[in-house]
Nanobody
Framework: QVQLVESGGGLVQPGGSLRLSCAAS????????MAWYRQAPGMERELVAR???????NYADSVRGRFAISRDNAKNTVYLQMESLKPEDTAVYYC???????????????WGQGTQVTVSS
């Protein structure tokens, strides 16, 4: 089994910064894509940023230039550095990863439990 555990959410004022982390653990052979999604109340879950194993990234238009995704392959961890936060960034942020596991032998899509980010004065 594979688990994704997020940390780093919280309450921040507009213009502030937060750094989210997501660590994958378990019977992992390799991790291809790691990503962050978010879901605001009453809204659909949306992609925020994605990074593949080679380091290529892509971002939602709404966060490009303010957020930065990175990963530490040795630690099976992905980060999301969020700057210049706005109230509209308020949402539950979910970590996502496509993982090749050893037990069971398969490639599957995994989600973390989510971490709340609230941007408010």
């Amino acid at each position: 089994q594979v688990q994704l555990v997020e940390s780093g959410g919280g309450l921040v004022q507009p213009g502030g910064s937060l750094r989210l982390s997501c660590a994958a653990s378990g019977s992992i052979v390799s991790i291809n894509t790691m990503a962050w999604y978010r879901q605001a109340p009453g809204m659909e879950r949306e992609l925020v940023a994605r990074i593949i194993s080679g380091g290529s990234t892509n971002y939602a238009d709404s966060v490009r230039g303010r957020f930065a995704i990175s990963r530490d392959n040795a630690k099976n961890t992905v980060y999301l550095q969020m700057e210049s936060l706005k109230p509209e960034d308020t949402a539950v942020y979910y970590c996502n990863a496509i993982v090749a596991s050893r037990t069971p032998v398969r490639v599957a899509n995994y989600w973390g439990q989510g971490t709340q980010v609230t941007v408010s004065s």
